[in-house]
């Protein structure tokens, strides 16, 4: 019932919100179709980074770590931020003590009764770099927006019925609903009215800044300079430098090194992986400058990472 995340980081990308996702991918995702008959409660206890819960039938009400009640309607979505424990339960003014504890190994699949309710779960762990980036830009629970759950029906009966079957392929195209899944919520929570999205997620969309990033992203080996930057956006390079610093809150070239020490700390996770190695595919072709700025920007050496 709980995904297991993938150590596999793309370097390049086409957008910064797209590039979050290119080493958050679900492998094995345990989907099963969880049959709740009430009274049920469900206490996740994995502590995992990032928990999507989705109701497929029926509602629930989301209890977090500090007490705090969220309703989840009929084909709801909520997002939890980890790591902390949080209880799903029918009704939230009944006390059961013997909640069934939810790890990553567990799942649960049957059929559907009259009156039975079901979700669905994933749950994803991040430990270095960029995933760490997309948790700073969340709040502890994110509720999805209606106009997002409007258009999610028809792939919600599709996973409850690949849930329930048994055919060729099963757990890919769970895994894949599963990432779809999450990337569309997250980005409808911070296209919702009033929403309070990162700067660089809004920064993209500014016909200048936006442009700069993109290529930021799609070439972070690149030997960048704010003229060269500049040039892709097709401004000035004191013009590119206001606006970007304006918008994203950062000068471009931090913003490059801090994204590549990010890529970087996932990639020294990689069995086999080598600081020069590393510090190549990120832009750098001397070892002892990347140790140092990735000291610099993480607070720890490289090889003390791996």
Partial sequence: MHSKPCAIVYVGGVDAFGDLFR???????????TVLTSPWALRFV??????MCTMINGSGWLISAD??????????????RGPAPFEIVDDPTRVIDDALDIRCATTCSSTLGDGDS??????????RGVGRRLLAALPPVIVAPEECNEGDD????FIAEEAAADRPGQQVVLDRLLDWLLVCTLRAWFDRPGGDPPAWYQAQGDPVVGQALRALHSDPARTWTVASLASEAGVSRAALAKR??????????????????DLA????????????AVARRVGYADGFAFSAAFKRVRGIAPSALR
């Avoid at 080493?23 to 179709?33: E, T, W, Y």
């Avoid at 970007?244 to 020490?261: C, D």
Wanted: hydrophobic share 45%; glycine share 14%.
């Fill in 23 to 33: 080493g958050v991918r679900a492998d094995g995702a345990l989907f099963g179709r």
């Fill in 118 to 127: 079901a979700m669905v779960v994933g749950a994803y762990t991040f430990e």
């Fill in 154 to 157: 028809a792939v919600l009966r």
């Fill in 265 to 276: 700390a996932d990639l020294l996770a990689e069995p086999g992986s080598t600081v020069a």
């Fill in 46 to 51: 994995d502590g995992a980074s990032l928990t």
């Fill in 67 to 80: 007490g705090e009640r969220t309703h989840i309607p009929p084909r709801g979505t909520v997002i939890v």
């Fill in 244 to 261: 970007f610093t304006a918008l994203v809150g950062e000068p471009p070239l931090t913003y490059l090194t801090g994204w590549r020490m």
